[in-house]
């Protein structure tokens, strides 16, 4: 007999979503690294914090709200392209909601019903199969407890101990990402998503944030500081403004690049959100597909017929075709040359209008 029918492994958005429609007729334990209420100096991952149009349409599927407290000024309607290599700056409009990733993820956690029980700051240490379920071992204020659950769920993004234990041969394409807090000294508020081939051949991202600025990228693992170092510096020749940061973060991200990729478990193993490999490879946006397959993870296993895993593969057929798609957009956005060509063309981009002797944009004839 296990303690509970199942161990839900971290409460991002995915996890939350999940631990917050399962049926009640489940026993279910969920583990987080995240305190209960609002800590500056605990566990925040590194993120623009940035909603977007799809993970807004995921929230309004719940009909949901956000609540006005996870909000952050400014509101800003276009992001500003920089492509260092071929100098080049376009905005396009987005639909973005601008706001404290931290607080936005303890809402959604706020969101689960008391019938699931929630353990707080805690890290999970190890995990094995027993008895045709799982053992799962946390540490939390340093003291160490082992429960036992029938089905297994991995929430916990790139760095996923699930995924680690049970299948270690599983390797995804990853990345460190780095995130900067500085004090805001720039003009005008902007949003930028910057190309800089020599530096990373994925992205990287600027956010002004309640008087803050923040700035991070996805760098490659081998001298990940260095290339965010050498990064600043040529920002700084275009109008970027960093100074000394206030703090530092870092975690890993996944970036898929075919069907392969993805990984939904099997015998009682579930993935879901960024441990399953659901995450953009072009913009890197996995709060969307994070909410979706926690709710079609939540109705295989309410439904509670046949092979679970193996409906729960079908279930999530949508997003693993509409990530792919994302993988064949990915030439026109990191090929220097098919890059140049969109850029260079202006389609949907958008002109800025600054008041009389103001510069609202970074420019490369500073240099």
């Not at 260092?84 to 956690?109: G, S, V």
């Not at 940061?245 to 099997?266: I, Q």
């Not at 709710?295 to 296993?301: A, E, G, N, P, Y």
Request: glycine residues 8%.
């Amino acid at each position: 007999m296990f303690e509970y029918d199942i161990a839900i492994i971290g409460l991002g958005p995915a996890g939350s979503t999940l631990a917050r429609l399962l049926s009640p007729k489940y026993r279910v334990i969920a583990i987080d690294k995240k305190q209960e209420i609002y800590e500056e100096d605990g566990f925040q991952k590194p993120c623009g914090g940035l909603i977007s149009s799809d993970a807004q349409k995921a929230l309004a599927s719940f009909d949901l709200t956000l609540p006005k407290d996870v909000l952050v000024d400014p509101q800003i309607f276009a992001v500003k392209t920089i492509d260092l290599k071929n100098r080049l700056i376009r905005h396009y409009q987005r639909f973005y909601i601008n706001l404290d990733r931290h607080k936005f993820d303890l809402w959604l956690r706020s969101l689960i019903p008391r019938r699931v029980e929630v353990q707080s700051g805690c890290i999970c240490t190890a995990l094995e199969r027993k008895d045709g379920g799982f053992s799962v071992t946390y540490v939390q204020k340093g003291e160490s407890r082992t429960i036992t659950a029938k089905y297994l769920v991995g929430a916990d993004g790139a760095n996923s101990i699930v995924r680690r234990t049970f299948y270690p041969d599983k390797k995804i394409r990853t990345y460190l990402a780095i995130q900067q807090w500085f004090p805001e000294t720039h003009p005008t508020p902007f949003y930028s998503c910057i190309f800089d081939p020599k530096n990373t051949d994925c992205c990287s991202w600027s956010i002004s944030k309640d008087r803050q600025f923040v700035f991070g990228g996805a760098y490659p693992l081998d001298h990940a500081g260095q290339r965010l170092e050498r990064q600043k510096k040529k920002l700084e020749q275009i109008g970027f403004r960093f100074g000394k940061p206030m703090k530092t973060e870092a975690c890993l991200v996944l970036r898929p690049s075919s069907f392969r990729d993805f990984c939904h478990g099997e015998n009682g193993i579930f993935f879901i959100g960024e441990a399953a490999g659901f995450i953009s490879p072009s913009s890197l946006e996995g709060i969307s597909s994070a909410i979706y397959s926690a709710r079609d993870l939540s109705r295989v296993l309410n439904r509670g017929k046949g092979d679970l895993n193996q409906a729960y593969w079908k279930k999530t057929r949508h997003i693993r075709l509409k990530l792919f798609l994302k993988v064949l957009k990915c030439p026109f956005m990191y090929q220097s040359f098919l890059r140049k060509l969109v850029m260079k063309s202006g389609i949907c981009s958008i002109g800025i209008t600054a008041a009389e002797g103001e510069n609202s944009t970074p420019d490369f004839r500073k240099e």
